[in-house]
Structure formats: structure tokens, C-alpha cells
């Protein structure tokens, strides 16, 4: 399953990118995230970079593993997340920033391939997932600008 967004934001892909990877920002637009412990906090950046994330589902945190797969820093950052309610399954999420007359554009992408009964409620997840990226994206874009 595939989920693919994209969002202009009022402001250089520099400060986006700032935004997107520094901790203290993130906390304004994925209040989800309740934590976010680097396993190594010499390399907390950088590809190959793991991670534990503390994500807060309706009443309970769970724990996502993170692993960075591509670092460009002002251009693309990418991960791959795995546990939590994802169970067996990982998904891959890709940020791309695009320079633009009036900013910058931001492209996400989320992969993620459905195993089980996963399979049958594909459609159903596509659309639930599309809508919360929507709103996260804004957030972002608030934060950013």
C-alpha cells in the first residue's frame, strides 16, 4: 500500500528540513510522539541511524523501531519503521523537499506491504492513512512557517 502527499510550505527547504529532523520541532507538528530514544546518541543522524519511538495510540504508547535509510540533509530524508501495531509488517517513509518560487514543496511517500488480513482491509487503511497525512502535513507546514 501506498500513500503519496505533498504540501507547499512558506519556506526554504533549509528551515524545512530543520523542522523535520531536529526534536523539539517535531513535537509541534506529531504530537503523537511521545518519545524518541536514539540508540546510539553519538549517531543520532545519519543513514543507518536506529532509534526507539514512543507513539501514543488512542490510549496506549507503543514502541516503533526506526532506522534511517537516506540522509540528504535540505533535500530527502528517509526511514523505515517497523513493531508497534505494525507487527510484522515495516513501512518506508520517504520526505522530499522540492525548492519553489514561494518555498518549498514537500513530497511524502509511505510504503508499506500489507500481509494477511491486512490485505483485505488495504482500501480501508489507504483512506484513513491519506486523511491523518493530510492533517500531519499541515501541521508541519505551520511549524515551518
Given at each position: 500500500m501506498r500513500v503519496q502527499k505533498s504540501i507547499s510550505v512558506a519556506a526554504t527547504p533549509d528551515t524545512c528540513w530543520k523542522v523535520l529532523t531536529l526534536r523539539?520541532?517535531?513535537?509541534?507538528?506529531?504530537?503523537e510522539v511521545v518519545d524518541h530514544i536514539p540508540?546510539?546518541?553519538?549517531k543520532q543522524d545519519g543513514v543507518g541511524a536506529t532509534s526507539t519511538l514512543?507513539?501514543?495510540e488512542g490510549k496506549r504508547v507503543?514502541?516503533?523501531r526506526e532506522?534511517?535509510?537516506?540522509w540528504e540533509p535540505g533535500r530527502v530524508l528517509a526511514i523505515r519503521l517497523s513493531?508497534?501495531?505494525l507487527g510484522k509488517m515495516t513501512m518506508d517513509v520517504t520526505y522530499r523537499f522540492v525548492p519553489e518560487a514561494n518555498g518549498t514543496r514537500l513530497d511524502y511517500e509511505a510504503d508499506m506491504e500489507?500481509?494477511?488480513?491486512f490485505i483485505l482491509l488495504a482500501p480501508l487503511f489507504k483512506i484513513i492513512s491519506g486523511s491523518k497525512v493530510g492533517g500531519t502535513l499541515a501541521r508541519f507546514?505551520?511549524?515551518a512557517e
Open positions: 523539539e520541532h517535531q513535537k509541534r507538528w506529531l504530537p540508540d546510539d546518541p553519538a514512543k507513539i501514543q507503543v514502541d516503533y532506522t534511517i535509510t537516506a513493531g508497534g501495531s500489507m500481509k494477511g488480513l507546514a505551520q511549524a
